[in-house]
C-alpha cells in the first residue's frame, strides 16, 4: 500500500524541467555568457580557445572537435555553433541535449542568454543580465554623421566582415555604417576592392585568427586611404556574447570623438 501511495504522488508532481549537469562549450562565444550566469561549475568540457573555466577539459578546436574525448566526459548539453563542425550524427552519438549559439544581432544574444539561462537553471541571473545590458543600450549617444567603417578579420587571405556578422549590428547600433556590400558573415576581399570603398575608419583585429598581421596602415595601398585605423582584440570584438555591449558603447564614444 505503501509504495502505491509513493508512486502516486511521484505521479502528482510536476515533473521537472531539464538542467544541465554537465555541459560541454563547442561554441567559443558562449563561455562569456555562461560565465555571467554563474554556470562555470557545470562546465567539463570546452574549446582549447575558451579561456574561461580552467578546470574544463579540452576538446579540441570548433572546427575540429574531438568526439572519443567528448563521449568519455558524458555531457548531457552540447552548446554549438552549427552542425558544419559538429553534425547530427555526431551529436546522436554522444545523446546529449544540443543547443545552437550563433546570435547575429545583440537582441539574439538577450534571447539566447535568456534560453541558456533555462537550460542551465540560471534564469534569474540571466534576466538580470539581460536587464544589464539593456541599460548600456540605453546609454549611447547619436551621431551628426554616420562613419563608413571596414573590420577586417584576417589580412592574408583579405577577409572582412559582412552584413550577417554581429560586428555589423554593433557597429550599426554604435552609430556607423559597416560597407562591406554584403550579407554575408565573412567575405574575402582585396585591397583595390578596399580603396574603392573609401571607409572612413578601418578596424582591424588581432587573435587567434589574425596572428601577427602587419598594421593595417603600414601596408602600402592603404597608405593612400584617408581612414582612422584602430585595431582591436579578435576575443573581444568577434565572439557575440556580454561584451559585445561595451563594445558597442566604446565604438560609439569612439565615433562621437574622433576628429
Known amino acids: 500500500m505503501f509504495r502505491l501511495l509513493a508512486a502516486l504522488l511521484l505521479l502528482l508532481l510536476p515533473v521537472a524541467s531539464f538542467a544541465a ?23 567539463v568540457g570546452k574549446t582549447r580557445n575558451v579561456l574561461e573555466f580552467p578546470q574544463a577539459t579540452q576538446v579540441g578546436s570548433h572546427i575540429r572537435p574531438n568526439l572519443e574525448i567528448i563521449t568519455s566526459l558524458r555531457p548531457n548539453l552540447l552548446i554549438i555553433s552549427s552542425n558544419r563542425f559538429f553534425s547530427k550524427e555526431m551529436a546522436t552519438s554522444v545523446a546529449a541535449e544540443v543547443f545552437h549559439y550563433q546570435p547575429n544581432t545583440l537582441e539574439e544574444i538577450l534571447t539566447q542568454t535568456l534560453a541558456l539561462g533555462e537550460k542551465l537553471g540560471r534564469e534569474e541571473q540571466a534576466r538580470k543580465l539581460v536587464a544589464e545590458q539593456r541599460r548600456k543600450l540605453q546609454q549611447l549617444q547619436p551621431l551628426a554623421e554616420s562613419p563608413r567603417v571596414l573590420y577586417e578579420i584576417t589580412e592574408a587571405p583579405l577577409t572582412i566582415a559582412g552584413g550577417g556578422h554581429i560586428l555589423a549590428d554593433i557597429i550599426r547600433r554604435a552609430g556607423g555604417e559597416l560597407v562591406s556590400g554584403s550579407q554575408r558573415r565573412m567575405l574575402r576581399f582585396n585591397p583595390e ?67
Open 193 to 259: 576592392a578596399v580603396l574603392s570603398l573609401q571607409p572612413d575608419i578601418y578596424l582591424w583585429q588581432v587573435g587567434p585568427m589574425n596572428q601577427r598581421p602587419t598594421p593595417a596602415a603600414q601596408r602600402g595601398q592603404y597608405r593612400l586611404l584617408k581612414a582612422d585605423f584602430r585595431q582591436v582584440d579578435q576575443l573581444q570584438y568577434s565572439r557575440a556574447n556580454s561584451k559585445s555591449f561595451d563594445n558597442t558603447l566604446e565604438l560609439n564614444s569612439y565615433f562621437r570623438e574622433r576628429k
Open 21 to 43: 549537469q554537465r555541459v560541454i562549450i563547442l561554441a567559443p562565444a558562449a563561455a562569456d555568457i555562461i560565465e555571467q550566469l554563474g554556470a562555470g561549475p557545470l562546465v
